[in-house]
């Protein structure tokens, strides 16, 4: 007797698609239409219910699995694809499982069987398109940013020391007005900017270049005391250079993607760099992911003066940083929150080792200004980092802090989701009345209409016609919103997955490793003094 598992799964997100009950007696008449004798097949069925199809670690799945192992069915059917798993290393897995056993796979949505030849290569074709299509997504991310490059306006996001950014409007191609910024020189704030250079250039120093600026009341714009890492992002910043041969050729060398040539260099215009960070522009971007443009606002050096500037930061990076050598400030062997762990006063905290063996994290800002900036106390690293970790592992467990932004991220996810399809269909329905509209403009035209009702008919179908081709670029943006969508959807999936490895694997993984993995998770971990303040990565929480 034949032996038939039928696998039906639920979200716990969403709370949409199929019901249980609804995939079920699918799966089942999918069976009498395509089985001989169904009534004589022995048939289990698994029902996972609230469940996420981020990884295969669901109860009855498992139940499913284990059963297979030891006694394997002929064949396992679930009404879509989605429903085993969204993730396409777990899924490949199951398929090279089952096939393993012996055991077809049939998805009745898809017409996937992998008992049969075709479906076998429908598998392997769907794989390659779903690459094609993860990739096909990035590329026109990067072309939209390429497109924004080329315009040389400003994009939004804290505009930097020294500019300001200037509101315009222009008409489109429609008649519709746009917006769109350029930066422009504050003249309240260049001369700090020049400052900061100057005295950089003179001393060579980025810890007493901060220390003279907070002696001599030079404060940054918000009015608070300078730190290091503010300092060298001034000093390191594009923008303050000017689009000429010498940047051309040290962008370029850089690898960066480029999008001037020495032509469109008047010696004026700066320079606007566009994906120089990910995230809330704490972690950096390779050079080859960077997009260099000519911009509308005006430069503050020559390509040369601050070429010669990163160079030496360059070389002091490499000697010292922050009076603690480079080797010692990366080679610690037990903080695995470097890099994304602050304090409440906007500056990094590094970790400490003490005699005792015992390691904390300490605020630089606090370190630098011996308390005068910021006196919040020391945590116990090893405690802290224990607590970070419990909290990711609990990604799952009902308000915990990462579940609890999982939840609201995906929610807000899908209701952009539903937004889009909602005006899509709201547009789609429009055209297809216009489209009718047109048909009995048409007809209308056969049945002998003078000239001057011609006339207007033939005017009132241009009309139409004209305001079709308009829903037709807005269903096109809506597309594109689309195709940004479903990058979010699988960015949020990327981090479940980087959660369940992380914890699966933690035990095995060299510090580096543990490190990468945790950045791929959480933006910043933020230390108040009494606790800590996690935050996912793309959450607002």
Known sequence: MKRIAIYSRKSKFTGKGDSIENQIEMCREYIRMHFPDSERLDISVYEDEGVSGKSLDRPQFKRFMSVEESEPFDCFIVYRLDRVSRNVGDFSGLIE?????????????????????????????????????????????????????????????????????????????????????????????????????????????????????????????????????????????????????????????????????????????????????????REKVSHDKWIIAVSTHKGLYSGKEWIRIQKLLEQNSKNCFGGVPATKRCLNQRSILSGILFCSCGSYMRPKMYGSGKMYYMCENKENTKKAACDNPNVNGDELDRLVLEEIFAFDAKNSVVNTQLTALRKQINNVDDDISAQIKKLMSKKSRNEKAVSNLVAALGNGASELTMAAINKQIEKLNDENMLIDKQISELNDKDIIQSQLHRNLNSIEDAIIYLKVNFDNLSIENKREYIKKVIEKVVWDGNSAHIFIKGSTV
């Open 97 to 281: 499982k089952l096939n393993s056993l012996g055991t077809a796979f049939i998805s009745i949505k898809e017409q996937f069987d992998t008992s049969t030849p075709m479906g076998r290569a429908m598998m392997n074709i769907a794989a390659v398109f779903a690459q094609l299509e993860r990739e096909t997504i990035a590329e026109r991310i990067k072309d939209n940013m390429y497109q924004q490059a080329k315009s040389g306006r400003w994009t939004g996001g804290t505009t930097p020391l020294g500019y300001k950014s200037v509101m315009h409007t222009s008409a489109d191609a429609d008649g519709k007005s746009r917006k769109y910024y350029t930066l422009e020189i504050d003249e309240d704030e260049i001369e700090l900017v020049k400052l900061i250079f100057s005295k950089y250039s003179e001393i060579q120093s980025v810890n007493a270049t901060e220390k003279w600026l907070n002696e001599t009341k030079n404060y940054a714009r918000n009015g608070k005391e300078w730190g290091k890492s503010n300092v060298k992002r001034i000093l390191t910043n594009p923008i303050y250079c000017i689009a000429d041969k010498d940047s051309l050729e040290y962008f370029s060398a850089l690898g960066c993607n480029v999008c001037f040539d020495e032509c469109d260099c008047d010696g004026i215009s700066g320079i606007l760099p566009y994906n120089r960070h990910s995230g809330q522009g």
